[in-house]
């Protein structure tokens, strides 16, 4: 199935919920660096492919961890993901590693709709100089 960015854009939304118990409000009007937020898909079900969501995520990382959710929902519209794969996102030397797996669903939000949530597992560093190695140490490739 395709389906072009301004459709998709249309008709899948990001919703970012604080978490309960963790809102830090900030004396300015809204939430502080500290609150963490959960942020998930809607509207993926019609496209026939599971939500997608991220828990815990901090107010600081909000417009990264959306950014990573638009871009792995619109990616899994033609390309199916299923729970357990890992996956990569950027091209820098910091590189996040994620795993997908099946929602706990710990609140019932879900019920019987499909959801994957997205698990950052790590931080893959790469050479910056040539992106495949570990560094370069007194002018020595190390490959």
């Known amino acids: 199935?395709?389906?072009?960015?301004?459709?998709?854009?249309?008709?899948?939304k990001i919703l970012m919920v604080?978490?309960?118990?963790?809102?830090?409000?900030?004396?300015k009007g809204g939430f502080a660096e500290g609150t963490l937020f959960w942020l998930h898909t809607f509207g993926m079900g019609q496209y026939d492919r599971p939500e997608i969501e991220m828990y815990n995520v901090p107010a600081l990382f909000l417009a990264d961890a959306a950014q990573h959710i638009n871009h792995w929902a619109y990616?899994?519209?033609d390309n199916e993901i299923k729970?357990?794969?890992n996956i990569q996102s950027g091209n820098s030397p910091l590189r996040p590693l994620f795993t997908m797996d099946e929602s706990p669903n710990e609140h019932d939000y879900w019920g019987e709709v499909p959801c994957l949530r997205i698990v950052l597992e790590a931080v893959l560093f790469q050479c910056a100089r040539c992106g495949e190695c570990e560094g370069h140490g007194?002018?020595?490739?190390?490959?």
Do not use: F, Q
């Open 75 to 77: 990616y899994s519209i």
């Open 138 to 143: 007194d002018d020595k490739m190390v490959h």
């Open 18 to 27: 604080p978490i309960p118990g963790t809102e830090i409000r900030h004396p």
């Open 83 to 85: 729970a357990g794969e």
């Open 1 to 12: 199935m395709s389906v072009d960015v301004e459709t998709y854009k249309k008709n899948v």
